[in-house]
Each structure stands twice: as C-alpha cells, then as structure tokens.
C-alpha cells in the first residue's frame, strides 16, 4: 500500500477491531534521531547518506520539504536519503505549514552556519507547558541575539557562534543537542553541562564526529566540543526506533500475542523492560530480537525521567498495560507534568482514569469498549490503537494522522501482524 506523502491528505481515522498480533516484525530507524540529523544536515555543503531512514514518517518528511525551502536536494531511495546542496542556506526558512519541534535545531544550525537564523516556532506534540527559553538561553551563550515574533524565532550572531560554558538547569534532550550542533562550528570550546545522555543523542553525536568534529563526552556531566572551520560530508546509519520497539512488545503482551521483534534495541531499553517484565510481560531477548509470547498484564508503578529512566513519550503505553491490569496503576510524568490528555479518551472506552495534579491513576481489569477517540496526540494515538486491539466492537480514533507523524509504515507492520487497523481519509 502506497502511504501519503507530508503534502498529500493525510489519514484522518483509524478504524480498529480486535485482534491478536503474531508474526515477526522489523522495526525502523528512530524519529527522534533522525530528525536532529537531518538538522545537523545544515552544518555541511557537503551530501550526506543517511541509511535506515524512516521513509514514512510524517514529521521526516515535513523536516526533508524544509531542508528543500532552504535550498538543499533531498532524495529518498528505499531506505536512504541524500542530501546535497548547490549554494549555502539562506538564514530564514520560509515554511506555511504545520510546525515540527525541530524548527528549534534547525535555527541552530542555520545561526551556526550563516550567522543568522529565522525560523517558525516550533510545533510537535502539545505535551502542555513545553518552553524553548532553554534554546534561547544557549544561543545567546553563544553570542547570538534572539528575537521572539508571534510566529517566528529569530537569531543574529554576525560575527559568529563563540564557544561558551552551557549550564542546563534540566536535562533536556533538544537542547543538549542543540547546543552540541551550535558547538561544532562556533569558535573555540563549547562545554554543555548536566546534558541529557541518551541514545539519541549519541547518535546525533556519533554522525557529527564522523563529519569531522571533535566532541568528548564526561559521562552525565558534561560534554565539550572543539570548533571547527567547517564540516564534512558523510554517511550514516540511524539507530533503531526505542518507541516503536516497546510499541510491538506491548502490543504483543496486551493481545496475548507471538511477536519476533527484529532490531530490538535491547540495551537502550532496560529500565522500561525490567518495569514490563515484573509487570508480566512475557518475552525473551535474543542478540538482536525479541520475542513475545503474550503474558499477564499486572499493576503498574512509574514516573518518568531522563535516560536511563522511562522516556515521558513511553508512558501512554503503560497506561494501556495499566488498563488490562486487575488493580491500581500509578503513572507520574516528571518531564512533561500531564501530558495525560489520552486519559480522557481512554475513560470513553471504558478505562477508570482519574488525574490527581501530576499523578495518573488507572483502574485496570474492566473490558474495553470500543468509542469514538482522538489522537491527541502522537503517543496519545498509539496507545489508543493498542487499547482498540483489545476493546470489544469498533474503536474509531480520529486524527490518527499523529500516529504518522512517528511510526515508519505503520498500517502495513501493523496488517501483515494481523492487526485489524483500517486507515480512512
Ligand atoms: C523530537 C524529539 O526528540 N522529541 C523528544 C524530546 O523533546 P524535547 O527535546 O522537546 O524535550 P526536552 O527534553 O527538551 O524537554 C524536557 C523538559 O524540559 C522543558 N524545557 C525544554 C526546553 C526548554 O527550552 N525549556 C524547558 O523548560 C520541557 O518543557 C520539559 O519539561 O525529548 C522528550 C523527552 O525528554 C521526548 O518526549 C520527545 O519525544
Ligand atoms: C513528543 C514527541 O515528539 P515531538 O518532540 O516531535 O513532539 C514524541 O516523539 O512522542
């Protein structure tokens, strides 16, 4: 089946019966790695090969059409992209349509490369209070002046990026990375303290030494990096997709399912499989698979955090655990303090959700129902589609489009593992 592409309609409903997922599936290079690579494809005039590119990606696709309004030639072949460009980027990315998070990295890049940059604000998931004075903070570090319009972003550094001492009050994953990219080509040492490690970043950091720039990482306490004239081109293979991995584990447990997950990445994931395990998740880990053989889902107790701990976006897919659990699950969001907007979508199934300040509580056990529910948003929508594998009759979920935006050929895995998801537009 053919998948839309960012321009066309995207889906607008999944309609989904229940179902059991079995059989083997491959799981795809990581959204939220490969969208600060193809930023980081602003530092170079020289191509870049990215290899297991997640194709179907909404979000990608949107950030490769961005890469284009700014004068880069992106072409995607099976699963690689390249990139390569006639003329250095203008400062401003001129872009009328939906927003992603990474405009935030791409005025990074742009301020880092030409010395100014104009993006719009950023967009992504709306996970409640989500601020970018981190982002601000670090450019100004840097020597950048920032600007701030009803719509766009903007920064200044005429003369420059200037190497700096980044102290980040949070872990934040965006601009930890940001502040590493804005490093490569600033003057002299930049040092991020207290950055977020996490496998996304190394990633990102792993693709950047490879175009020649000089990063040490201290463990959690800090990295620095040395500035260079200028960046290389090069090749580069993305890391596997964590979300999507835990996605189908899930999925397999809650449908009491026989799932081989091929490309598991099992040491970036330990502290949530240990949760799902002693959860009763019932699965066992080879070199490079895993395999699921159903379980029983018990009780959850989670908050989330910085790597190592659970990811904030993994956290829906405990609820749903929570939900086919007999018992109270607890559910703390540290990182983005309610983002519990599934709960409400949930209860219409049936789900006995009730949010105390940060905390989410679930009463779990009762048979699902199938309703009508959106996809608030991208993790919003994929745990609603796990429930409706599990809830009796149709559960239609409107705006599944978010779901596009993050999981690579999603209909296509989902069908050929027997799962009853129909997409409609
Ligand atoms: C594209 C991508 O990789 N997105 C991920 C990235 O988002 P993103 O990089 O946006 O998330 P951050 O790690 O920066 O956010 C962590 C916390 O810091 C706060 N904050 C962040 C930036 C800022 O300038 N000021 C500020 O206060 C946020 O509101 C949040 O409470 O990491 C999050 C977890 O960490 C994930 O849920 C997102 O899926
Ligand atoms: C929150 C997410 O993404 P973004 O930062 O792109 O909104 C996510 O991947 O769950």
Known sequence: MTRPRANDTPVSTYRVQASRLEGEVHVSGAKNSVLRLLAASLLTGEQLQISNYPATLLDAQIHLDMLRALGKRCEVSGDTVIIDEASKPPSELVWPGRSIRNTLLILGALTARTGSGSVPLPGGCKLGDRKHDLHVMLLEALGAEVTETDTHLQAHAPNGLKGADIHLPI?????????????????????????????????????????????????????????????????????ADNMEALTWLVGACLTKGDVEIHGFPIVDLEVPLIHLKESGACFFTGPKSVIVRGGTCYPVEISTGAYPGINSDMQPLFAVFGAMSRGESKIIDLRFPGRYLYAEEMALMGVDTRVEGNLLRIKGGNQLRGAEVTARDLRAGIALTLAGLVAEGETVIRDAWQVERGYDRFIDKMQALGGQVTPGW
Do not use: K, Y
Not at 187 to 197: A, K, L, Q
């Open 171 to 239: 872990r934040s994953t965006g601009a930890t990375e940001n502040a590493i990219m804005c490093g490569t080509l600033a003057r002299g040492v930049t040092t991020v303290w207290n950055p977020h490690i996490r496998p996304e970043i190394l990633d990102l950091i792993a693709m950047l030494r490879s175009m020649g720039a000089t990063i040490n990482v201290f463990g959690q306490e800090r990295i620095e990096i040395r500035g260079s004239e200028g960046l290389f081109g090069t090749r580069h293979r993305v890391i």
